[in-house]
Nanobody
Framework: TVHLVESGGGSAQAGGSLRLSCEASGDIICVGDMSWYRQGPGKEREFVSTIAIDGGSTYAGSVKGRFTISHGINKNTAYLQMNSLKPEDTAMYYC???????????????WGQGTQVTVSS
């Protein structure tokens, strides 16, 4: 089992910045690509960004150019630097890890409990 703990959420004004962290523990060998998703009030959960084991990253169009995903010193931590925040970025942000590709031992994806981000205009 992999445990994911998010931190760094809070309140910001439009145009401001926040940095989210996601730290994995437990069966670290089962940490693969790490992603951020978010769920705004009354909305479905949506993809925000992914960082692959090799460091490659992808972003949702709504955050591209404003958010940057990165690994920590080891690949068990992922960060999401959020700049130029907008009120529509208000959401609960969740971290997720998928099992490493080609793993015969690790089969499950894991989610954290989330951290709230609130952006005021």
């Amino acid at each position: 089992t992999v445990h994911l703990v998010e931190s760094g959420g809070g309140s910001a004004q439009a145009g401001g910045s926040l940095r989210l962290s996601c730290e994995a523990s437990g069966d670290i060998i089962c940490v693969g690509d790490m992603s951020w998703y978010r769920q705004g009030p009354g909305k479905e959960r949506e993809f925000v960004s992914t960082i692959a084991i090799d460091g490659g990253s992808t972003y949702a169009g709504s955050v591209k150019g404003r958010f940057t995903i990165s690994h920590g010193i080891n690949k068990n931590t992922a960060y999401l630097q959020m700049n130029s925040l907008k009120p529509e970025d208000t959401a609960m942000y969740y971290c997720k890890t998928d099992p490493p590709p080609h793993s015969v031992y690790c089969r499950d994806a894991y989610w954290g409990q989330g951290t709230q981000v609130t952006v005021s205009s």
